[in-house]
């Protein structure tokens, strides 16, 4: 089982990190007082803040599916054999490289003031 939910991890980790890092953002059209606007720094902040927020449920299920992951593997250690003690191995390197991913796509969501 921790071998399943390490892979769910590092996909929920993938597509979060995906919707954080994507350069090439739909053109958000955003209606504001003065009028609407299809590009410039307004546009960015708003299609940036969607894929924020439409990327938090993928970071938080990464990390729960990766700690699971760690925690079903370390159980059932005591159990495997040689060729299990690769695979729980394997499964252990994957979960800490989908929490390192999630790490990454919720820093790119911290406000960073001008100084």
């Known amino acids: 089982m921790g071998g399943v939910f390490s892979i769910l991890a590092l996909i929920g980790a993938g597509i979060a ?5 994507s350069e090439s953002r739909s053109h958000t059209t ?3 007082a003065v009028g609407t606007v299809s590009n ?14 439409l990327s938090l449920p993928f970071i938080v299920g990464a990390i729960c599916f990766a700690l699971l992951a760690m925690l079903l ?8 054999k040689a060729g299990g003690l690769f695979w729980s191995i394997v499964w252990i390197l994957l979960s ?6 999630a790490a ?3 820093s790119t969501l911290k406000a960073h003031p001008a100084s």
């Open 40 to 53: 410039g720094p307004i546009a960015q902040v708003a299609s940036k803040s969607i894929t924020g927020i």
């Open 73 to 80: 593997t370390v159980l059932r250690l005591r159990k495997v």
């Open 96 to 101: 800490i490289w989908s929490i390192g991913l």
């Open 30 to 32: 955003v209606t504001t």
């Open 104 to 106: 990454g796509a919720l």
């Open 17 to 21: 990190h995906f919707l954080t890092h």
